[in-house]
């Protein structure tokens, strides 16, 4: 009973992170049939689309709908490759953690911007992947893009607890 009781705070932030996890993914799963259209098809297929076109012009790919498209092949870009597991993850950890509203919502903005950023770069690297080295698509997307993303939201979420630490000058203490 007395490790329970030393490890209060730890145990409480990984129950809520549970509970929080598991309450996300059942909205999201709830409500992504409405706002699929826009978060797959506008914000990552247009927005894979357009950084692709940026970094090498010349490949004038375009979106229509969930297909990311050039003169040479089509990507179709599915429900799940936009990157929300890793939001979940990242906002309940947050949620979970006690912290300050204020530093909560910064950190989950900035979190969102920052996952959203990077996987784009990753359905990116994907298109140039099934371009170049299409043997390698399937480990790419399955295993190293996934846990990429997943990765990120864990190492953006350590950066966010160092800059609470920082800023509340002290650390968590399992007393």
């Known amino acids: ?3 329970i009781k030393t490890f209060r705070k730890e145990i409480r932030f990984f129950i809520f992170f549970i509970l929080l996890f598991f309450l996300f993914q059942t909205l ?3 409500v992504r049939p409405y706002i699929s259209p826009f978060v797959v098809h506008t914000l990552t297929t247009s927005g894979s689309s357009k950084l692709i076109n940026i970094i090498m012009p010349k490949e004038n790919t375009s979106s229509q709908k969930e297909y990311l498209s050039s003169g040479h092949f089509k990507l179709k870009i599915a429900r799940g490759c936009e990157g929300i597991e ?3 993850i990242l906002i ?3 949620l979970a953690f006690p ?3 204020k530093s909560k919502l910064f950190g989950i903005i900035g979190g969102i911007f920052v996952l959203y950023i990077l996987n784009l770069f990753r359905i990116a690297g994907l298109y140039y992947t099934l371009k170049y080295k299409p043997a390698l698509f399937d480990m790419m997307h399955v295993y190293v893009g996934q846990t990429l993303i997943i990765l ?3 190492l953006y979420f350590i950066a966010w607890l160092n800059i609470q630490m920082n800023i509340n000058g002290k650390y968590i203490q399992t007393n």
């Open 86 to 88: 890793g939001v979940i």
């Open 152 to 154: 990120i939201a864990f």
């Open 92 to 94: 309940a950890a947050i």
């Open 28 to 30: 999201h799963y709830i």
């Open 99 to 101: 912290a300050g509203i």
């Open 1 to 3: 009973m007395s490790k």
